[in-house]
């Protein structure tokens, strides 16, 4: 099978879940967390963590990093718009926001880089958190095709990672084929090395080389095709 996250602890808060949990334990978890001003309560959506307004003030940041530390599973999203927020609007450290939320620094840059991968639009919300984290190092186009395959094939997150490292290996060893069958080792007549070439391109008997004895160091000499392995 083919056409990717690393794996993450459970809150120690060291990590979040992997899994993640429905929009019905999600909204249960809300409404049992203690109640902040109303503009640290607004914004939240399933996948996504937005202020109340563009100026929402310092004390209401720090509320909602505290109401969603204390949620403790399903906020990986939620987290990691909210640190982005806080540090484009502040500065804010990610030892600060673990202090805020429970959370440790690593974890929480983890989830602002997930966050930052893609964008709201992107998000899916038929897919976990974690299945996005484990595409979220590739480029925009082979993210899609990844989460479009976990989509149809039904993938948890740790098959979607066995797959994505098969794909690797895969094309790493395509490569390295693909490699061996342009390599030319060459025995050059004066010093009776041997050197490598890339065939490709060659389409003469005759090739030019930088000197690689020492005494030709930095002259081209031409050297006849004497031995060669294709």
């Known amino acids: 099978m083919s056409p990717s996250s690393t794996t993450h602890s459970s809150p120690s808060r060291q990590g979040p879940s992997q899994q993640g949990c429905d929009q019905k334990t999600t909204d249960s978890k809300l409404r049992s967390a203690a109640p902040p001003s109303r503009a640290a309560t607004l914004g939240v959506q399933a996948t996504a963590w937005r202020p109340a307004s563009a100026e929402m003030d310092r004390r209401d940041w720090v509320i909602a990093g505290r109401r969603l530390g204390n949620i403790g599973r399903c906020n990986q999203w939620w987290i990691g718009d909210w640190i982005r927020y806080g540090t484009a609007r502040w500065g804010e450290r990610y030892s600060e926001a ?38 979220a190092s590739l480029p925009d186009g082979e993210q899609e095709k990844w989460l479009d395959f976990a989509t149809t094939a039904r993938l948890s997150v740790a098959d979607l990672r066995i797959e994505i490292k098969s794909r ?20 050059c007549p004066h010093c009776k090395n041997e050197i490598s070439l890339d065939s490709r391109g060659l389409n003469k008997k005759i090739v030019r080389v930088r000197g690689h004895s020492q005494e030709d160091a930095g002259k081209d000499k031409a050297i ?7």
Do not use: C
């Open 98 to 135: 673990a202090r805020i939320t429970g959370y440790d620094p690593r974890s929480l840059a983890n989830m602002a880089s997930v966050a930052a991968s893609f964008p709201p639009s992107r998000r899916r919300d038929n897919l976990t958190w974690s299945h996005h984290s484990a595409v």
């Open 224 to 230: 006849p095709l004497l031995s060669a392995t294709l």
């Open 168 to 187: 690797q290996r895969a094309t790493s060893r395509d490569a390295e084929e693909k490699a061996a069958r342009h390599h030319i080792a060459v025995i």
